[in-house]
């Protein structure tokens, strides 16, 4: 007799395709960006509305919680005196570690990168100039290494004349450029700084943007006010590897990649009192909000079990596997997880969980937090169309079919979808 784990690793990844044609898919987004189209689906039945509409489909008394995180300019340029290019796509923060303090750092810090054009890249420190504020400073990249299938990059930068050295948070937002996906096969734009990110980012560290969000507006997020809907966030940074597609037969053989996350106390408080009440803006913030459930497991498992840890990664971070909710555990409620996460906060006396994340949803997967979700059109074969499939008990099909039949525009700069299971 299979067991769910089985189940879960042997789905095909040739179940979950379909025919995207490149005109479906939006190079850019509507103008303005509340008037995209939103696909409705609620108890099996497909309609759709406008996304200015939203807060009528949104239950009063409820809670909407959203990504706030920040596309960073995370593409490096330099030239080689022989005029060979070299592109360093900064990923993943190493020394230091905290994204913030990476970004306050100033002279040095270090990177987990995507090098394009590496093999023109032998040996020595790429070095380029830049004028931030009205000063000149000089940019040096030095490669340290191979570190988990990236490149370890050493950053150091001082100004010309002596001075007052900048944060490198402040050096990337001048001197790099705002990754866009790769499937809109174009170039960043202008016009990209502004489209490419929510308005309600705050939090630098994505480098790609949480899309599902990029439909609001001030007058939407009032509307879900005047609906006397609650509104909270979430932190999780956006990996390049979240447009990998699933290159193995079945899901057994790909590996999710890690992703940071961070929620406040006050964001586990708000979760306690709307049971049965959130909508989760974007895969990101339902894969977020499920991990929260999934460490709570995990501290009420350590206590009952005194040989059961956990694992941490090198920064000291709680990290959740890919395939730990397939696993046999008890059937907590989400009250009890999410209380266990607070009272692992008390412990600690810390008012912010931070952790990494995993999180495959697929097929066989119960939600535990979120009941609605708002997201945009996913690519074919991908864990974000498996994701989608989980949360309406398979029925993509007939939500995909109708997208294209009517008209939708599909993936990052397209329109979106608010799912209710």
């Known amino acids: 007799m299979s067991t769910l784990i089985d189940r879960v690793k042997s789905i095909s990844i040739k179940d979950y395709t379909y025919d995207l044609p490149d005109s479906r898919i939006a190079k850019y987004p509507v103008e303005p960006r509340d008037s995209s189209k939103l696909l409705l689906y609620r108890d099996g039945e497909v309609s759709e509305s406008r996304f200015y509409n939203l807060a009528d489909y949104l239950q009063?008394?409820?809670l909407l919680v959203y990504n706030n995180t920040k596309v960073i300019h995370a593409r490096l340029f330099f030239h080689k005196e022989t005029g060979a290019q070299i592109e360093?796509?900064?990923?993943?923060?190493?020394?230091?570690?905290?994204?913030?303090?990476n970004f306050q750092a100033k002279g040095a810090c270090e990177w987990l990168c995507?090098?394009?054009n590496l093999k023109k890249w032998k040996a020595g420190k790429l070095v380029r100039d830049i004028h931030v504020g009205g000063k000149d400073y000089r940019l040096s990249a030095e490669h340290l290494g191979l570190h988990d299938k990236t490149q370890h990059i050493r950053f150091e930068w001082i100004p010309a004349d002596g001075g007052e050295n900048i944060s490198f948070g402040d050096l990337l937002e001048q001197a790099g450029t705002i990754p866009i996906p790769p499937y809109l096969n174009r170039e960043s734009e202008a016009c990209d700084e502004k489209t490419y990110q929510t308005v309600y980012s705050r939090v630098e560290g994505s480098v790609a943007a949480p899309t599902a969000g990029l439909h609001f507006t001030p007058e939407v997020l009032q509307a879900v006010d005047n609906r006397c809907v609650e509104r909270a966030e979430v932190t999780l940074h956006v990996s390049a590897s979240t447009f990998q597609?699933?290159?193995?037969?079945?899901?057994?053989?790909?590996?999710?990649?890690?992703?940071?996350?961070?929620?406040?106390?006050?964001?586990?408080?708000?979760?306690?009192?709307?049971?049965?009440?959130?909508?989760?803006?974007g895969t990101t913030s339902v894969r977020?909000?499920?991990?929260?459930?999934?460490?709570?497991?995990?501290?009420?498992e350590t206590k009952e079990q005194a040989d059961a840890d956990g694992e941490t990664d090198v920064f000291g971070h709680w990290v959740l596997d890919q395939w730990y909710p397939y696993q046999s555990h008890p059937a907590y409620l989400l009250k009890e997880a999410i209380q266990a996460v607070l009272d692992h906060l008390i412990s600690v006396n810390e008012t912010t969980f931070n952790a990494s994340t995993r999180l495959l949803i697929a097929p066989g997967y119960t939600f535990h937090v979120v009941c609605d979700m708002l997201t945009n059109f996913h690519q074919p074969q991908s864990t974000l169309l498996l994701l989608v499939s989980a949360f309406v008990g398979?029925?993509?099909?007939?939500?995909?079919?109708?997208?294209?039949?009517?008209?939708?525009?599909?993936?990052?700069?397209?329109?979106?979808?608010?799912?209710h299971r």
């Not at 360093?88 to 303090?101: R, T």
């Open 245 to 281: 597609p699933v290159k193995s037969e079945r899901i057994e053989g790909h590996p999710m990649h890690l992703e940071f996350i961070t929620v406040e106390r006050e964001l586990l408080e708000k979760l306690l009192r709307y049971e049965g009440r959130i909508t989760a803006v």
């Open 114 to 116: 995507l090098v394009g």
């Open 88 to 101: 360093i796509f900064c990923l993943e923060p190493l020394a230091p570690a905290d994204y913030a303090q």
């Open 60 to 62: 009063s008394d409820s």
């Open 394 to 419: 398979g029925d993509w099909r007939k939500i995909y079919d109708y997208a294209l039949s009517h008209g939708f525009r599909f993936l990052s700069y397209g329109d979106s979808s608010l799912l």
């Open 288 to 300: 977020t909000l499920e991990s929260l459930y999934w460490f709570g497991v995990h501290f009420l």
